[in-house]
């Protein structure tokens, strides 16, 4: 996913920036990429028409975002690339014991804590109507990572690992 595309690029530079990745571009598979502590996955697993999911998709894939996150043991923190992520990342924690109510409200950069739950950070999505119009900077995406990486060295099961 975001491989070769300019969401991609600015995704991996963020990822590269804060520790995340080897390295700051990935344009196809098997180019090199490795990611450390971090995972990268999607609320709907198909590209919709005009990149708008209907409710119907996102239910229909949600299943597969679950089985995901139940395979990632470790998972301390959920950075929402997005409101349709934030909204399915919130809706999965839910189901995980985070409280239903009030529901979280979705704003760059807001940080959610649900106790032994993973953490959701909500971040604007790298789309290009994003970045090309200053919506999401790559400072912005930087203060993002950064309190990601921080979050995931200080909630680690032992405090040597990230």
Not at 63 to 79: G, N, Q, S, T
Not at 149 to 158: I, N
């Amino acid at each position: 996913m975001f491989t070769g595309d300019s969401s991609g690029a600015f995704l991996m530079r963020a990822l590269h920036r804060a520790g995340f990745a080897n390295q700051p571009t990935s344009e196809r598979a098997r180019d090199g990429l490795t990611l450390t502590w971090a995972y990268i996955s999607a609320t709907v697993r198909c590209a919709p028409p005009a990149n708008k999911p209907t409710a119907t998709e996102i239910a229909r894939c949600l299943p597969y975002l679950d089985a995901e996150l139940k395979l990632l043991r470790h998972v301390r923190v959920i950075v929402a690339l997005g409101r349709v992520a934030f909204d399915a990342s919130w809706r999965l924690l839910v189901r995980r014991g985070a409280p239903g109510r009030p529901k979280p409200v979705f704003g760059h950069g807001r940080t959610y804590r649900f106790g032994l739950l993973p953490t959701l950070i909500a971040s604007y999505h790298p789309s290009r109507q994003n970045t090309n119009t200053g919506r999401l900077t790559e400072a912005m995406f930087d203060q993002v990572f950064a309190t990601a990486r921080h979050l995931v060295a200080t909630r680690s099961p032992d405090s040597g690992s990230r």
